[in-house]
Nanobody, 125 residues
Framework: VQLQASGGGSVQAGGSLRLSCVASGLTSRSAVMGWFRQPPGKEREFVAVMHRGGVAALYADSVKGRFTISKDNAQNALYLQMNSLKPEDTAVYYC???????????????????WGQGTLVTVSS
């Protein structure tokens, strides 16, 4: 299984970015897929996750109302639309996937089997 993340970059506060994660060796409709991030000098943290069915989603409180997670099963891809970006959103963003994850554990990075390589998002004030 490979997860290829892309879409990171540098933006000013208030700007937008869209992250993409394309999966191979795994079908997006059969897996819980999500985004985590690791700010400089901090631990990896949960951002957003989408259920296998592509309807239910969970968000970290810090991004709720600004970020939107979505999935395109035809493209085997996961997306994260990030609007109203803040300097505190600066981090390396990782996509993750797991076929057997229990939905109640979806916020826990330790429960995911597969990880992308990360894409850097830098938000300047």
């Amino acid at each position: 299984v490979q997860l290829q993340a892309s879409g990171g970059g540098s933006v000013q506060a208030g700007g937008s970015l869209r992250l993409s994660c394309v999966a191979s060796g795994l079908t997006s409709r059969s897996a819980v897929m999500g985004w985590f991030r690791q700010p400089p000098g901090k631990e990896r943290e949960f951002v957003a996750v989408m259920h296998r069915g592509g309807v239910a989603a969970l968000y970290a409180d810090s991004v709720k109302g600004r970020f939107t997670i979505s999935k395109d099963n035809a493209q085997n891809a996961l997306y994260l639309q990030m609007n109203s970006l803040k300097p505190e959103d600066t981090a390396v963003y990782y996509c993750a996937a797991d076929r057997n994850l229990i939905w109640g554990r979806a916020r826990f990075s330790s429960d995911y089997d597969y990880w992308g390589q990360g894409t850097l998002v830098t938000v300047s004030s």
